[in-house]
């Protein structure tokens, strides 16, 4: 009966947030904000906790998202708001543990289900987030994560602690990678935090490991190729490998920056996810006519961060610049912060999806407002 009711629960889950999506299509309501940027995000900041957990948006995304927890749990936790991310990781681990299963998403009941499928990097994004907050973890949870490790090597991973060529969901998940550097990344980073975690016995793989497979399969001299088969620049794939630390190679930041101002890829402000939409393989329901250049030619608010992290923390010389550019173009001028743009910096609208308002990584850009030197993730 119990695994029934795990089963029915992911699939009202999944179901409720595919409704949610297509229903504020057409009927939801884009909430806006007096202020400048830095106090329109933290207005979006203070709605978006529930009490238990922080939801991943003001629009249909009110639900909790791990990815998109893990990417602002350090951010949330530098600017004074460690209390509420300890309290979201014990939230989720309860729900985690009590469906004996780890998945990107868990509605406000308790459900636990993935979307659009299952992906890499949920667990790494857990253990990141319990790493950047200082989570104490307890016996129970310390055995549900050894366990949980295993599964996860054993799906994902070969003997070696490559990642097997398969299909599976990720950050820019409309696209079908062939092993992404995003992905080589967070497993990446991933080993480094089972180090710090003492979670070895469920992970045996060195972090040095993906740094090689990063240098010698991935780096083309401008930027980290987006996977095994396309040497195409994908945002994500060509700034995680240095927003997570997993390489420190100030060099190697300003070459792909370079390459980013010379392809206009931050213009009219940071960021486009690609110069080159043809070249990726996309799920059909995530491109034309449904969801036209979704994740190709559009600006992303959550990647324009990346970026500005990046500039700040090798100290870029257009950083000040471009960080006022985003600010008044992605945030000041929707007086929200929206899920992502269209090039011209338009509101995205598609056939059966609109750009959410006021997303969670509200927290990134505070964290670029607050007044101490940016930590440097290990």
């Not at 993906?210 to 095994?228: C, K, M, P, V």
């Not at 980013?260 to 940071?270: A, D, G, R």
Request: charged share 20%; net charge neutral.
């Amino acid at each position: 009966m119990k695994a029934l009711t795990r089963v029915l629960g992911r699939i009202f889950g999944t179901l409720r947030a595919e409704w949610q999506q297509l229903y504020n299509r057409y009927f939801g309501h884009i909430e806006r904000f007096e202020g400048n940027a830095q106090q329109i995000c933290q207005q979006i900041l203070d709605r978006l906790w529930s009490g238990d957990f922080y939801r991943t948006s003001l629009g249909h995304f009110d639900f909790f998202w791990m990815r998109d927890f893990g990417t602002v749990a350090e951010s949330l936790s530098v600017i004074g708001y460690r209390k509420h991310v300890l309290s979201t990781l014990r939230w989720a681990l309860l729900h985690y543990r009590s469906g004996n299963v780890i998945t990107t998403c868990i509605d406000k009941n308790g459900n636990c289900f993935d979307a659009p499928g299952h992906a890499v990097d949920t667990l790494p994004w857990l253990l990141h987030s319990l790493v950047v907050s200082g989570y104490e973890l307890n016996k129970a949870e310390h055995h549900f994560l050894v366990q949980q490790l295993e599964k996860y090597s054993k799906k994902y991973l070969d003997a070696t602690g490559h990642i097997r060529p398969m299909k599976f969901a990720e950050m820019r998940d409309a696209v079908m990678y062939d092993r992404s550097a995003y992905a080589v990344t967070l497993v990446g980073r991933m080993a480094i935090c089972v180090q710090k975690l003492g979670l070895e016995e469920g992970f045996k793989h060195l972090p040095e490991l993906y740094q090689t497979e990063l240098l010698e399969n991935y780096w083309n001299g401008a930027y980290f190729n987006a996977d095994r088969v396309t040497k195409a620049f994908s945002a994500e794939c060509a700034l995680f490998p240095f927003f997570l630390g997993v390489i420190d190679d100030k060099y190697k930041a300003f070459a792909t920056v370079d390459y980013i101002s010379e392809k206009q890829l931050n213009k009219p402000f940071p960021l486009i996810y690609t110069n080159d939409e043809q070249a990726f393989s996309y799920h059909f329901w995530m491109t034309a006519p449904f969801m036209p250049h979704y994740e190709g030619h559009t600006l992303w608010s959550w990647h324009g961060l990346y970026y500005l992290h990046i500039l700040r923390r090798y100290n870029y010389p257009t950083y000040e610049q471009e960080k006022s550019a985003y600010a008044k173009g992605m945030i000041e001028q929707h007086k929200t912060f929206p899920e992502m743009l269209n090039a011209d910096g338009s509101w995205y609208y598609s056939p059966i999806y609109r750009g959410d308002p006021g997303m969670v990584w509200v927290a990134l850009y505070l964290e670029l407002e607050y007044k101490i030197p940016l930590i440097t993730k290990p």
